[in-house]
């Protein structure tokens, strides 16, 4: 029953706290080898249940493999403490990618939820990359659509936590990662929602927090900005509802290709754009547009074409997104 609400949750914390239910009822903490846990689990679970786990295994294994590398069965990083910083979609899959070679891994995100809604179209080599470590038993209708092949960031987080949780990632959320001490002695300290300060030893350090991030900035590292192009970005979420937008097909147009479809948005609700694609969320309708500022001022949106883009009118941006939608 544990195990089923672990698949069955839908964010992070309640996959975490559920997953260390699963574990104390098994007497096992992490870290835990998943050998050991399949052992003890998986004769416990019906087939359906039990995929995940039959995936992973299969997966350590290379049981389907034409040339297996032997990486994981050797565990090259067995010796090796990981800090991966970062939950995001390339933090949680290199936290897996450490696990299966044998590390010990430490998963650290400010975050305490998951909760980005836009989208992101994945290659097929993606697909089938998250199939085979179980994908389709923790989200049954995982590329198997016929159109775009996109999932959202917050979905494909919590896919990955799990199949990392799994595995025996240690995860830490709502905890900040810093680096504290002198230049001649610098330490990795992790601080909870009580500013608690705990020293966290490790051997590989993965910074996967983005420019944002307070680690790389001790190492020395920079961000430039190598080129730039003025364009205007707009995503609208519009949440599900039983009504006619459930119709809507996925779409992804440029104005040279749909003049028509374009004219008239322009003509009628004032959406002056260069292109608007639509998907289709487990959760919500997704449009990323890109509209001409001419257009965002004969909107109400900004005041004039120069307008920064932090001057915009929020209410008339979103009725403008919504006339678009509509």
Same mark, same amino acid.
């Given at each position: 029953e544990c195990f089923r609400e672990f698949l069955d949750a839908t964010d992070a914390l309640d996959s975490v706290n559920a997953f260390r239910r699963v574990l104390q009822s098994l007497s096992l903490a992490c870290p835990f080898d998943f050998r050991a846990l399949n052992a003890v689990l998986r004769p416990q679970l019906d087939r359906r249940l039990g995929g995940l786990l039959d995936c992973i295994s299969q997966k350590l294994a290379e049981t389907q493999v034409k040339a297996?590398?032997?990486?994981?069965?050797?565990?090259p990083l067995a010796t090796v403490a990981a800090v991966v910083c970062g939950a995001g979609p390339v933090g949680l899959r290199t936290a897996i990618e450490l696990r299966a070679l044998g590390a010990e891994v430490s998963v650290?995100?400010?975050?305490? *939820?998951?909760?980005?809604?836009?989208?992101?179209?994945?290659? /097929?080599? =993606?697909?089938?990359d998250l199939i085979s470590w179980g994908a389709r038993h923790i989200m049954p209708k995982f590329g198997a659509g016929a159109g775009h092949l996109h999932i959202g960031i917050r979905q494909l987080q919590l896919l990955?936590?799990? =199949? #990392? &949780?799994? &595995? %025996? =990632?240690?995860?830490?959320? $709502? =905890?900040?990662? #810093?680096? +504290? %001490?002198?230049? *001649? +002695?610098?330490l990795l300290v992790a601080r909870g929602p009580a500013d608690e300060?705990?020293?966290?030893? @490790?051997?590989?350090?993965? /910074?996967? %927090? $983005?420019?944002?991030s307070l680690v790389w900035q001790a190492a020395g590292f920079t961000f430039d900005v190598v080129g730039t192009a003025q364009a205007t970005g707009l995503v609208a979420n519009f949440q599900r509802q039983p009504g006619p937008g +459930? +119709?809507?097909?996925? @779409?992804?147009?440029?104005r040279q290709f749909?003049?028509?479809? @374009?004219?008239?948005l322009k003509h009628d609700v004032l959406a002056d754009l260069e292109n608007?694609?639509?998907?289709?969320g487990e959760e919500a309708h997704y449009f990323v547009m890109?509209?001409?500022?001419?257009g965002l001022v004969a909107a109400g949106v900004l005041h004039e074409p120069i307008s920064p883009l932090t001057a915009a009118d929020g209410e008339a941006l979103r009725s403008h997104a919504r006339a678009i939608a509509g």
């Open positions: 297996p590398h032997n990486r994981y069965t050797s565990a650290y995100d400010k975050r305490a *939820q998951f909760s980005r809604l836009n989208r992101l179209k994945l290659w /097929e080599w =993606v697909k089938f990955l936590l799990k =199949v #990392s &949780l799994v &595995l %025996g =990632v240690n995860m830490h959320l $709502g =905890v900040v990662l #810093s680096q +504290e %001490g002198s230049d *001649q +002695e610098q300060a705990t020293f966290v030893p @490790f051997d590989v350090l993965v /910074e996967a %927090g $983005g420019p944002s +459930e +119709e809507l097909k996925e @779409f992804s147009w440029a749909n003049r028509d479809l @374009f004219d008239r608007i694609v639509y998907l289709r890109t509209p001409k500022r001419q």
